[in-house]
Protein backbone atom coordinates (compact mmCIF):
# COMPACT_ATOMS: atom_id res chain seq x y z
CA UNK A 1 0.00 0.00 0.00
CA UNK A 2 1.75 3.75 -0.83
CA UNK A 3 0.76 6.47 0.65
CA UNK A 4 2.61 10.17 -1.05
CA UNK A 5 3.15 12.47 1.61
CA UNK A 6 2.68 15.94 1.99
CA UNK A 7 6.48 16.60 0.15
CA UNK A 8 5.48 13.85 -2.47
CA UNK A 9 7.76 11.11 -1.57
CA UNK A 10 7.08 7.62 -2.39
CA UNK A 11 5.83 5.99 0.92
CA UNK A 12 5.48 2.19 1.58
CA UNK A 13 3.59 1.21 4.39
CA UNK A 14 2.94 -2.52 5.90
CA UNK A 15 -0.42 -3.77 5.04
CA UNK A 16 -0.32 -5.84 8.10
CA UNK A 17 0.45 -2.13 9.88
CA UNK A 18 -2.61 -0.35 7.98
CA UNK A 19 -4.69 -2.84 9.08
CA UNK A 20 -3.67 -3.21 12.81
CA UNK A 21 -3.47 0.64 12.62
CA UNK A 22 -6.89 1.19 11.51
CA UNK A 23 -8.84 -1.32 13.51
CA UNK A 24 -6.44 -0.15 16.78
CA UNK A 25 -7.80 3.70 16.49
CA UNK A 26 -11.57 3.08 15.51
CA UNK A 27 -11.46 0.48 18.53
CA UNK A 28 -9.23 2.47 20.70
CA UNK A 29 -12.13 5.08 20.62
CA UNK A 30 -14.56 3.46 21.17
CA UNK A 31 -13.23 1.43 24.28
CA UNK A 32 -11.77 4.71 25.49
CA UNK A 33 -14.92 6.20 25.83
CA UNK A 34 -16.59 3.06 27.70
CA UNK A 35 -13.91 3.19 30.28
CA UNK A 36 -14.37 7.47 30.59
CA UNK A 37 -18.38 6.65 31.06
CA UNK A 38 -17.45 4.30 33.38
CA UNK A 39 -15.33 6.39 35.14
CA UNK A 40 -18.09 8.89 35.32
CA UNK A 41 -20.58 7.06 36.38
CA UNK A 42 -18.74 6.37 39.86
CA UNK A 43 -20.58 8.31 42.57
CA UNK A 44 -17.75 11.04 43.39
CA UNK A 45 -18.43 10.51 47.19
CA UNK A 46 -16.73 7.09 46.91
CA UNK A 47 -13.31 8.71 45.85
CA UNK A 48 -13.75 11.18 48.43
CA UNK A 49 -14.11 8.88 50.79
CA UNK A 50 -11.18 6.75 50.10
CA UNK A 51 -9.39 10.00 49.87
CA UNK A 52 -10.61 10.72 53.35
CA UNK A 53 -9.25 7.45 54.65
CA UNK A 54 -5.80 8.27 53.19
CA UNK A 55 -5.44 6.19 50.51
CA UNK A 56 -2.64 6.86 47.95
CA UNK A 57 -4.12 7.99 44.24
CA UNK A 58 -2.63 4.75 42.81
CA UNK A 59 -4.56 2.77 45.74
CA UNK A 60 -7.78 4.78 45.56
CA UNK A 61 -8.01 3.82 41.60
CA UNK A 62 -7.04 -0.04 42.19
CA UNK A 63 -9.24 -0.49 45.53
CA UNK A 64 -12.03 1.47 44.62
CA UNK A 65 -12.26 2.89 41.40
CA UNK A 66 -11.08 0.01 39.25
CA UNK A 67 -13.56 -2.58 40.74
CA UNK A 68 -16.64 -0.42 40.51
CA UNK A 69 -15.64 0.77 36.92
CA UNK A 70 -14.70 -2.80 35.58
CA UNK A 71 -18.09 -3.89 36.88
CA UNK A 72 -19.84 -1.05 34.76
CA UNK A 73 -17.93 -1.60 31.52
CA UNK A 74 -17.50 -5.14 31.03
CA UNK A 75 -20.59 -5.43 28.86
CA UNK A 76 -20.06 -2.69 26.67
CA UNK A 77 -16.35 -3.83 26.41
CA UNK A 78 -17.46 -7.43 25.72
CA UNK A 79 -19.25 -6.05 22.99
CA UNK A 80 -16.55 -4.09 21.50
CA UNK A 81 -14.21 -6.70 21.94
CA UNK A 82 -16.77 -9.52 19.67
CA UNK A 83 -17.14 -6.44 17.61
CA UNK A 84 -13.19 -6.17 16.79
CA UNK A 85 -13.05 -9.90 16.35
CA UNK A 86 -15.86 -9.90 13.16
CA UNK A 87 -14.13 -6.60 12.14
CA UNK A 88 -11.06 -8.40 11.38
CA UNK A 89 -12.50 -10.07 7.93
CA UNK A 90 -12.38 -6.14 6.82
CA UNK A 91 -8.24 -6.57 6.61
CA UNK A 92 -8.89 -8.67 3.80
CA UNK A 93 -9.36 -5.50 2.05
CA UNK A 94 -5.37 -4.20 2.33
CA UNK A 95 -4.47 -7.67 1.37
CA UNK A 96 -3.92 -9.42 3.89
CA UNK A 97 -5.03 -12.97 4.45
CA UNK A 98 -7.66 -13.42 7.04
CA UNK A 99 -10.23 -16.17 7.69
CA UNK A 100 -12.55 -14.56 5.12
CA UNK A 101 -10.11 -14.77 2.57
CA UNK A 102 -8.85 -18.21 3.08
CA UNK A 103 -12.33 -18.90 2.19
CA UNK A 104 -12.92 -16.88 -0.69
CA UNK A 105 -10.07 -18.49 -1.83
CA UNK A 106 -10.46 -21.85 -1.31
CA UNK A 107 -14.21 -21.45 -2.24
CA UNK A 108 -12.97 -20.32 -5.84
CA UNK A 109 -10.79 -23.34 -6.46
CA UNK A 110 -12.43 -25.87 -5.13
CA UNK A 111 -15.87 -25.26 -6.37
CA UNK A 112 -17.41 -25.65 -2.57
CA UNK A 113 -18.41 -22.37 -1.62
CA UNK A 114 -20.67 -23.56 1.53
CA UNK A 115 -17.96 -25.62 2.83
CA UNK A 116 -15.33 -23.26 3.49
CA UNK A 117 -18.04 -20.32 4.75
CA UNK A 118 -19.18 -22.82 7.11
CA UNK A 119 -15.68 -23.23 8.09
CA UNK A 120 -15.25 -19.48 8.31
CA UNK A 121 -18.61 -19.03 10.25
CA UNK A 122 -17.56 -22.11 12.29
CA UNK A 123 -13.87 -20.38 13.32
CA UNK A 124 -15.98 -16.86 14.03
CA UNK A 125 -18.34 -18.64 16.04
CA UNK A 126 -15.16 -20.29 18.38
CA UNK A 127 -13.78 -17.55 18.45
CA UNK A 128 -16.46 -15.12 19.81
CA UNK A 129 -17.49 -18.00 22.35
CA UNK A 130 -14.23 -18.20 23.96
CA UNK A 131 -14.62 -14.31 24.06
CA UNK A 132 -17.94 -14.70 25.58
CA UNK A 133 -16.97 -17.00 28.06
CA UNK A 134 -14.12 -14.89 29.40
CA UNK A 135 -15.97 -11.97 29.91
CA UNK A 136 -19.00 -13.71 31.28
CA UNK A 137 -16.24 -15.34 33.87
CA UNK A 138 -14.84 -11.42 34.17
CA UNK A 139 -18.59 -10.28 34.96
CA UNK A 140 -18.71 -12.93 37.89
CA UNK A 141 -15.34 -11.73 39.50
CA UNK A 142 -16.28 -8.46 39.21
CA UNK A 143 -20.18 -8.42 40.09
CA UNK A 144 -21.78 -7.35 43.49
CA UNK A 145 -22.82 -10.47 45.63
CA UNK A 146 -27.02 -10.46 45.87
CA UNK A 147 -27.49 -8.76 42.89
Do not use: C
Not at 8 to 19: C, P, S, T
Not at 39 to 58: C, K
Not at 70 to 87: D, F, T, Y
Amino acid sequence: MAVSSLFGQYVEINAFLAGVVALTIVSGAYMAEIFRGAVLSIPTGQVEAARSLGLHPWQVWGLVILPQMMRIALPALANQWISLIKETSLISIVGLTDIMRVASIGAGSMRAPLTFYLAAAALYLLLTTIALIAFNLLERRFAVPGH
